[in-house]
């Protein structure tokens, strides 16, 4: 007896081999480039654009407040491109997906200044259309019943996720921020635990497959979308106004650690993140690790390019000290990250990783009572350091094979 094919229309996995990104995916992370700048421009007023403006708690919450932003845009991306490394990419289904979630990520990123003033709803509609399209649209799409079975599932948590994001954009700005934190919430839970429903039981991630090959090279496309971000921030910061010796300076170092930021991602962890998930006898929790990580080394650079930005505005002012949270604090998050990331894929970290964070935390009060180019120089030299321990360590040796804890 032989089985019928499926239609020629209908959607499958995608085959077993390396898949690369496809063009459409590249066009896809443009627009989180323009993205990107609204999240930038947002926290930069938070942290106001006058010598002392930034008082009491408006810093602390208006980042609060940028961050969930940031991580609405970031489950988008991943929701995408998860989808994407698991079927055809040239697929007409998959392909439509794409076109509905760039065009959703833009309007997000359109509403992004006044998403909690009067373009909430705005943001709400982009990201719930962009949530729930992507199961429905896979469910129309897949032949077969078990494969359709985890698109119920995931379409019923974003459509119950839908409603605080939308009853959330008529509200108050404190009730906003309530709701869509819940919203958020209750997505996150359910992508850890398997997509639960009543009656509908949950998916078991130790089945799940990931394509390590495809969603590596992603990670490192969206990272270096981030790195661009601080030149791009740093470019017209720097262009708006006279190039004085003080702005100059600043500017160079927000460049120096650009390319630092660059270089430790990519430092052999960076580069083989693939062969991890290929040797890792749970490829599928070691993927899971890789997007918290990559989403933490991320924000990192995101709250760098902003520091730097008010470095390049304000380079010879005392700064506030939630301006040297930003230009420190930066670093030290991607530090964090990249720490993590380099034990998912060899299992150890490095010792320099350790002592540099240390050393971002150390300096903070003291930097308050100097200019802010000497937390920019701060900065700048620890990664540095970090970039010349990890040459120093390779120098000579051959390359070190993945071994991750998984």
Not at 44 to 50: G, H, N, R, S, V
Not at 311 to 334: D, R, T, V
């Amino acid at each position: 007896m032989t089985t019928r094919p499926p239609p020629a229309d209908r959607l499958e996995p995608a085959a077993e081999g390396v898949q690369r990104a496809s063009f459409l995916e590249l066009f896809f992370d443009l627009v989180f480039v323009f993205a990107f700048t609204r999240i930038s421009a947002r926290a930069f007023e938070d942290l106001a654009l006058e010598p002392g403006g930034a008082k009491g708690w408006h810093p602390v919450t208006g980042g609060a407040k940028t961050l969930l932003l940031l991580l609405a845009l970031w489950a988008v991306w991943q929701g995408t491109t998860w989808t994407i490394g698991r079927y055809d990419p040239y697929h007409l289904w998959l392909q439509t997906i794409v076109i509905v979630s760039l065009v959703c990520a833009m309007v997000m990123g359109v509403a992004i200044p006044n998403a909690f003033t009067n373009h909430g709803s705005t943001f709400a509609t982009a990201y719930v259309v962009a949530q729930v399209s992507r199961p429905l649209i896979l469910y129309l799409a897949l032949g077969h019943y078990h494969l359709r079975q985890l698109r119920v599932r995931m379409l019923v948590v974003h459509g119950v996720a839908a409603v605080p994001w939308l009853v959330g954009s008529v509200m108050p700005t404190t009730a906003r921020v309530m709701l869509w934190t819940l919203a958020l919430g209750i997505e996150l839970v359910a992508a850890r635990t398997g997509w639960p429903v009543p009656g509908l039981g949950r998916s078991r991630l130790d089945r799940w497959r990931p394509a390590g090959g495809h969603l590596a090279e992603r990670y490192q496309q969206f990272f270096l979308v981030a790195v661009g971000e601080t030149i791009l921030f740093s470019g017209l910061a720097y262009s708006a106004r006279s190039f004085t010796p003080p702005r100059t300076v600043a500017f160079a170092l927000a460049l120096t650690t650009s390319v630092l930021l660059w270089r430790i991602y990519f430092h052999r962890a960076g580069r083989i993140l693939a062969e991890a998930v290929a040797v890792a006898t749970r490829p599928a929790a070691i993927a899971r690790s890789a997007a918290d990580t990559h989403l933490v080394m991320v924000t990192g650079v995101v709250a760098t390019a902003i520091g730097y930005e008010l470095a390049i505005e304000h380079p010879l002012e005392h700064p506030e000290a939630a301006w040297i949270a930003m230009i420190l604090g930066g670093p030290l998050l991607f530090l964090a990250g990249r720490a993590r990331f380099e034990y998912e894929v060899f299992g150890r970290v490095s010792r320099s990783r350790w002592i540099a964070m240390v050393a971002l935390l150390a300096p903070g009060w003291a930097l308050l009572h100097n200019p802010l180019l000497f937390s920019a120089g701060t900065a700048a030299v620890i990664l540095l350091a970090v970039a010349v321990a990890d040459a120093r360590r390779a120098y000579r040796r051959p390359p070190e094979p993945a071994a991750p804890p998984f």
